[in-house]
């Protein structure tokens, strides 16, 4: 996304993460979600297991698919829901 190249351009990423964020939970709770229970998770998302670029193969050779070349990097954000499925009782 950015380039941290100094620590002011850091502090900028982070607090236009934060803003994103907050957008993001605004937006949940103006839709009636129980911001009780959010979870933030990390994901990566790396090349294709078919790309041959210079990370990947190297990857392949050494056969970890840890090093293979980092396409995306953000974060999901996971609400629970009502337990109201939950709730039948197979007596029914």
Do not use: W
């Not at 236009?16 to 964020?21: S, T, V, Y």
């Not at 990857?59 to 939950?86: I, M």
């Amino acid at each position: 996304m950015f380039k941290k190249k100094t620590p002011a351009k850091s502090e900028v990423i982070i607090k236009r993460a934060m803003a994103e964020i907050e957008k993001l939970l605004v937006q949940l709770d103006k839709e009636g979600k129980d911001l009780s229970k959010v979870k933030l998770r990390r994901f990566q998302k790396t090349h294709n297991i078919s790309c041959t670029c210079l990370k990947c193969s190297l990857a392949n050779t050494k056969k970890d698919p840890r090093l293979r070349g980092l396409r995306e990097f953000g974060f999901k954000v996971y609400v629970a829901e009502p337990d109201s499925e939950d709730k039948f009782s197979g007596n029914d």
